[in-house]
């Protein structure tokens, strides 16, 4: 089994939809959890950590759920500019980061 | 955060040649990361790179075909020897900032190896 696993997608959406995606993970000790969003051709960013009580943030919300080793990204009303990759991410609580494979997801007008 | 500069943007090199990524911090950090990702794949952590001595690298990456220098908290150098055209990829520097437990990444490096 794969450290970090994603469908890979893709994933069309119209505009304003709501939209999720899931991650399992294989190594239960992990303790830090983010997704990161990528650009094509760009550079990966940051979109958001994944706390135990999940944490929203606008549009955004990240769930981790440890019983059954998978964290969630929910996107609401999705954006033209949502059209990106999305890389989970998750860590023992030290680095080096592991990173899932990436779901693309393609908002359309 | 962090600001990340790594040079050169993009390259196209000849099989058989090296090339050196440079990795320029705006501010000193404690850890500094060297990843890969070849076309369609997630990232790939080659290596670790420690200031002031070895870097520690992770499994299926040896110091002799990606030697990497780190003289100061600030700076780090990738050099991609030998290259062939399966070194074709992007090479990202990433570093952790200890206030945040932050990853930043540079705009990465995009060799193709013809």
């Known amino acids: 089994r794969k450290e970090v696993e994603q469908d890979p997608g893709p994933f069309n959406v119209p505009e304003g939809a709501t939209v999720a995606f899931n991650c399992t993970y294989s190594n239960s000790a992990s303790q830090s959890f983010f997704w990161y969003r990528q650009d094509c051709r760009k550079e990966p960013k940051l979109l958001m950590s994944?706390?135990?009580s999940g944490n929203e943030d606008g549009r955004f919300t990240a769930q981790l759920n440890r019983a059954s080793q998978y964290i969630s990204l929910l996107i609401r009303d999705s954006k033209l500019s949502d059209s990106a990759t999305y890389l989970c991410v998750v860590t023992p609580g030290y680095t080096p980061l592991v990173f899932g494979k990436g779901t693309r997801l393609s908002v359309i007008a | 955060s962090a600001v990340i500069s790594q040079k050169p943007s993009r390259d196209i090199c000849q099989r058989g040649t090296s090339l050196t990524i440079q990795c320029q911090v705006d501010?000193?950090?404690?850890?500094m990361f060297w990843y890969r990702q070849q076309p369609g794949q997630s990232l790939t952590l080659i290596a670790t790179a420690n200031q002031g001595s070895e870097a520690t690298y992770e499994s299926g990456f040896v110091i002799d075909k990606f030697p990497i220098s780190r003289p100061n908290l600030t700076f780090s150098t990738l050099t991609v020897s030998n290259m062939s055209p399966e070194d074709s990829s992007i090479y990202l520097c990433?570093?952790?900032?200890?206030?945040?437990?932050?990853?930043?990444f540079g705009e990465g490096s995009w060799l193709t190896v013809v």
């Open positions: 501010s000193q950090v404690t850890m």
């Open positions: 994944v706390y135990s």
């Open positions: 990433s570093v952790e900032t200890a206030e945040e437990n932050t990853i930043y």
